[in-house]
């Protein structure tokens, strides 16, 4: 069964950094592109970025470029979001997802993770 397990969200002061991470079993499912998306209650999901687990290809919110930076290690099987200069409005519970198309669509995606919750102070 495919399961994704966030981990790595809490608190942080506006200005910091956290780094998320996404760990995938099993094994055959390295394949697939991965991405991280994030959601505020009542608000539609939104994408943050994806990365080709094939190539180095990323993509990412154009809000979001120079801050954010996702990553991954294929040995383990895991995915990163490296969170610098955090800001109030980057609130959200922020989810992992799996699926066969390199996209920024989260309909497109197979496989979520349960979320993990970030919350940014002013």
């Known amino acids: 069964q495919v399961q994704l397990v966030e981990s790595g969200g809490g608190l942080v002061q506006a200005g910091g950094s956290l780094r998320l991470s996404c760990a995938a079993s099993p094994p055959t499912f390295s394949t697939y592109a991965r991405g991280w998306f994030r959601q505020i209650p009542g608000k539609e999901r939104e994408f943050v970025a994806t990365?080709?687990?094939?190539?180095?290809?990323?993509m990412y919110a154009d809000s979001l470029k120079g801050r954010f930076t996702i990553s991954r290690d294929n040995f383990n099987n895991t995915m990163y979001l490296q969170m610098n200069s955090l800001k109030p409005e980057d609130t959200a519970v922020y989810y992992c997802?799996?699926?066969?198309?390199?996209?920024?669509?989260?309909?497109?995606?197979?496989?979520w993770g349960q979320g993990t919750q970030v919350t940014v102070s002013s």
């Open positions: 990365i080709s687990w094939r190539t180095t290809v990323t």
């Open positions: 997802a799996a699926g066969p198309k390199f996209t920024t669509l989260w309909d497109e995606f197979d496989y």
